[in-house]
C-alpha cells in the first residue's frame, strides 16, 4: 500500500514541546498555501497518475484552522487529481479549540472516515502548563461533537511524563479518555523535539527534562487501564479496540511508501526518501516560480543497510515485532544471525523476546524503547 501525506502548516499557537513545522494561521497565508498545493499535485503526475492511495492523512499543524470554504477546496483539489480506493481511510488531525460542530459535520460530509484529536490532556492544568489553547471542557465536547457528527472512528492524542503531572492527573485524564469511548488513544510520552522552544530552554538548563521515573509509571498505568477497557497496544505509544488501527501510521511502521505534500512534508517512494522545504512562504515562492520545493540537504538514497536498520527501528515499535524469516529474506542469513548475535545481551536482560518467529519488545522493553533500539542497531 502507498499512503498519502498532506501538511497543514497552520497553527492558532505554538506549542512550546512541539518541533514539527507550523507557522500562525491567517486566511491569506492559508489561501496562497492552497494555491500552491494545487500545483505540487501537479507537479507530481509522475508518482499520482494512475496510483491508487490506500489512505490519506491530512495533519499539520493544526488542520482544523482552516475554514469550511477551504477545506472544500483542499477536498475539490483531491477529489479532482488524487486516487483514492473505495476503502481509503481518510484521517484529519484537529484540536479542540478548532473543532467545531459544524466544521465536523463538513468534513464528514467530504468523507473523512476518521478523525484524531489532539486533546493532550483532561486537566486543566496540564493543559496550561503544556501551553495548549483549549480547556478539558471544549476536549470533552470535542468528543462528543465528533461522534454526533457521525464519525465511526475517532482517535485521542494524550501526554503523560509532563514535569509536574501527578499520578493523579493522569489517571482521571486516562479515565475521561476512556468514557468518551474513541475507537483510538494514542498515549505519547513528552518529547522535547529538537527545534522546540522546550529543547532549547532544557539544552540551556532553564527547563527540566521529563522525569524517566515518573512517565514509566505513568505508561504502565496507561497500558493496564487501556488493556482493561478492551484496547489492544498495537504500537509503542498507540492503542485501539478492534479495527481501528490507524491504516496510516501502520503503513508507515511497516516502512511502506508514502508520498508527502506540503511544506515539511516527508516522502518514501522506492529507495529514496526525500522532504520539501519546511517554510510556508518559500514554498508557495517556490511553486508559483517553478522551481522545486525538495530540500535538497534532504533528499537520501538508502542502502541496503540502512534499509535493515529501518526495518528493524520501525518493526520493533509494533506489538508484533519484526518478522525474522522476512527479515532474513530481505538481507541474508549472514545479516539475520548478525542480528540474532546482537539481541544476546539484550535477550538475556528480559527486553525483547523471539516469539512465533517474531522479535519483539517485552512491555518492560518498551519502557525503555530507545535504550533498547540503542543497543540493537548500533
Avoid at 75 to 100: G, K, M, Q, Y
Avoid at 257 to 264: F, S
Avoid at 325 to 335: C, K, P, R, V, W
Wanted: hydrophobic share 35%; glycine share 10%; charged share 20%.
Amino acid at each position: 500500500m502507498i499512503g498519502l501525506y498532506i501538511h497543514i502548516p497552520f497553527c492558532v499557537k505554538k506549542c512550546p514541546y512541539c518541533g514539527f513545522y507550523s507557522t500562525q494561521y491567517s486566511s491569506v497565508k492559508a489561501d496562497a498555501y492552497l494555491s500552491a498545493l494545487l500545483l505540487e499535485i501537479q507537479s507530481h503526475s509522475r508518482y499520482l497518475g494512475d496510483q491508487t492511495f490506500g489512505s490519506l492523512y491530512i495533519g499539520g499543524g493544526t488542520p482544523t484552522t482552516m475554514s469550511q470554504d477551504q477545506f472544500s477546496r483542499l477536498f475539490e483539489f483531491i477529489n479532482r487529481h488524487i486516487h483514492l480506493r473505495a476503502d481509503t481511510e481518510i484521517t484529519v488531525e484537529a484540536n479542540p479549540n478548532t473543532a467545531s460542530a459544524n466544521s465536523l459535520m463538513q468534513l464528514k460530509g467530504l468523507g473523512v472516515t476518521r478523525l484524531s484529536i489532539g486533546v493532550q490532556s483532561f486537566s486543566d492544568e496540564v493543559l496550561d502548563h503544556l501551553g495548549r489553547v483549549h480547556s478539558a471542557r471544549q476536549a470533552i465536547e470535542a468528543v462528543h461533537a465528533a461522534h454526533d457528527a457521525g464519525f465511526g472512528s475517532i482517535g485521542i492524542d494524550l501526554i503523560f511524563g509532563v514535569p509536574g503531572q501527578t499520578e493523579e492527573q493522569w489517571n482521571n485524564t486516562l479515565a475521561t479518555a476512556i468514557s468518551l469511548g474513541p475507537e483510538h488513544i494514542s498515549a505519547y510520552s513528552l518529547s522535547l523535539d529538537k527545534g522546540s522552544q522546550w529543547y532549547r530552554d532544557a539544552k540551556d538548563g532553564r527547563r527540566e527534562p521529563p522525569d524517566d521515573d515518573s512517565s514509566a509509571k505513568q505508561y504502565a498505568a496507561a497500558i493496564t487501564a487501556l488493556a482493561s477497557h478492551g484496547y489492544d497496544q498495537y504500537e509503542i505509544s498507540n492503542f485501539c479496540l478492534p479495527g481501528h488501527a490507524c491504516r496510516h501510521n501502520v503503513n508507515y511502521w511497516d516502512r511502506g511508501e508514502y508520498l508527502g505534500l506540503g511544506p515539511g512534508a516527508w516522502s518514501f517512494i522506492g529507495n529514496r526518501r526525500w522532504a520539501n522545504t519546511a517554510d510556508v512562504e518559500r514554498y508557495v515562492s517556490c511553486l508559483r516560480s517553478g522551481i522545486t520545493v525538495q530540500d535538497h540537504d534532504r533528499d537520501e538514497t538508502v542502502n541496503s543497510e540502512q534499509a535493515a536498520l529501518e526495518i528493524l527501528f520501525l518493526g520493533l515499535r509494533k506489538t508484533s515485532g519484526v518478522d525474522l524469516a522476512a527479515y532474513g529474506a530481505l538481507f541474508g542469513e549472514g545479516s539475520l544471525n548478525s542480528l540474532l548475535c546482537r539481541i544476546g545481551d539484550v535477550e538475556r536482560d528480559g527486553l525483547v523476546v523471539i516469539r512465533n518467529g517474531a522479535l519483539m519488545l517485552t512491555r518492560r522493553g518498551m519502557l525503555l524503547s530507545n535504550q533498547v533500539l540503542a543497543r540493537i542497531i548500533t
